[in-house]
């Protein structure tokens, strides 16, 4: 049975389950539109699992059936304070989430049924694996609004599908369907809805069965290579792995033909 973690909204789920750290977003009233309290819960609960060893995998998704997260909350639109010409400008408690999914070394899934917009494909960017049904519906509408998209998400945007792709989605506004995202990149498989918890869980099955050290430094060469992240970081993940007792394991569990036992040291 699932362990339920705190996280201080009732919009924002945790859930330990097994090694599997889950997230959902639960404002299905409103489409799972992510308000400030729920950004700066979903940072409390990711920077958790980060830092707790038996969490492999993280897997986040929306309630409701109808919406990943339709965007961030725009219900007080009138008083919204968007990011200022510094770096480190804008809202600090929208803003904690995202960073806190750019700092997470662990795998993430997103599983994505219904509306991905806004601010929620800017979380949705930042998982590893996106795997969608075929009735989500992938968007950015900025320009509908006149409001600026943050940086931040315009690069994680960009390394995912490209400077046309990218164009496209930002420019106009429109609404893709779950095969034009997984043609530009954006989803790495589409399912039928009744499919998604299963290929969700299939795969983060598949991760947790593997080297917990080696998926940490893939996903920080990934990000070095993709420019937005440490390079030295990534180096000093590959020796931890070639000095691991996991990979005494591997080495062990292959001469021996059975399945190997990780243990993420």
Same mark, same amino acid.
């Given at each position: 049975?699932? +362990?339920? %973690?705190?996280?201080?909204?009732? /919009?924002?789920?945790?859930?330990?389950?097994? !090694?599997?750290?889950?997230?959902?977003?639960? *404002?299905?009233?409103?489409? *799972?539109?992510?308000?400030?309290?729920?950004?700066?819960?979903?940072?409390? @609960?990711?920077?958790?699992?980060?830092?707790?060893?038996?969490?492999? @995998? %993280?897997?986040?998704?929306?309630?409701?059936? /109808?919406?990943?997260?339709?965007?961030?909350?725009?219900?007080? #639109?009138?008083?919204?304070?968007?990011?200022?010409?510094?770096?480190?400008?804008?809202?600090?408690? $929208?803003?904690?989430?995202? &960073? &806190? #999914?750019?700092?997470?070394?662990?795998?993430?899934?997103?599983?994505?049924?219904?509306?991905?917009?806004?601010?929620?494909?800017? %979380?949705?960017?930042?998982?590893?694996?996106?795997?969608?049904?075929?009735?989500? +519906?992938?968007?950015?509408?900025?320009?509908?609004?006149? @409001?600026?998209?943050?940086?931040?998400?315009? =690069?994680? #945007?960009?390394?995912?599908?490209?400077?046309? *792709?990218?164009?496209?989605?930002?420019?106009?506004? *429109?609404?893709?369907?779950?095969?034009?995202?997984?043609?530009?990149?954006?989803?790495? !498989? @589409?399912?039928?809805?009744?499919?998604?918890?299963? =290929?969700?869980?299939?795969?983060? =099955?598949?991760?947790? !069965?593997?080297?917990?050290? $080696? #998926?940490?430094?893939?996903?920080?060469?990934? !990000?070095?290579?993709?420019?937005?992240?440490?390079?030295?970081?990534?180096?000093?993940?590959?020796?931890?792995?070639? &000095?691991?007792?996991?990979?005494?394991?591997?080495? &062990?569990?292959?001469? =021996?033909?059975?399945?190997?036992?990780?243990?993420?040291?």
């Amino acid at each position: 049975m699932a +362990q339920p %973690v705190e996280t201080g909204t009732d /919009k924002l789920i945790g859930e330990i389950d097994g !090694a599997i750290g889950r997230i959902t977003f639960d *404002n299905p009233e409103r489409h *799972n539109a992510i308000t400030p309290d729920m950004f700066a819960a979903l940072a409390t @609960v990711v920077d958790a699992y980060e830092h707790d060893p038996a969490i492999r @995998v %993280v897997v986040i998704s929306g309630a409701g059936g /109808k919406a990943f997260a339709s965007g961030a909350d725009i219900g007080n #639109l009138d008083s919204a304070r968007g990011p200022g010409r510094e770096p480190s400008s804008g809202d600090a408690r $929208t803003s904690r989430g995202p &960073a &806190a #999914l750019g700092r997470l070394t662990k795998p993430l899934i997103a599983a994505v049924d219904g509306y991905c917009l806004g601010g929620g494909l800017l %979380v949705a960017l930042h998982a590893d694996l996106l795997v969608a049904t075929d009735r989500a +519906q992938f968007g950015i509408p900025a320009a509908r609004l006149g @409001v600026g998209y943050p940086i931040e998400g315009v =690069e994680q #945007l960009v390394g995912r599908v490209g400077d046309a *792709n990218a164009a496209l989605i930002l420019m106009t506004g *429109n609404r893709f369907s779950a095969e034009e995202a997984r043609r530009m990149g954006l989803a790495h !498989a @589409v399912v039928p809805p009744g499919r998604l918890d299963d =290929e969700v869980d299939r795969l983060g =099955e598949r991760l947790v !069965a593997n080297a917990p050290l $080696t #998926l940490r430094a893939v996903k920080l060469s990934i !990000a070095a290579a993709a420019g937005r992240g440490d390079r030295q970081a990534a180096l000093d993940a590959i020796a931890d792995c070639w &000095a691991s007792e996991d990979f005494a394991e591997g080495r &062990a569990a292959f001469a =021996e033909h059975r399945d190997p036992r990780f243990q993420g040291r």
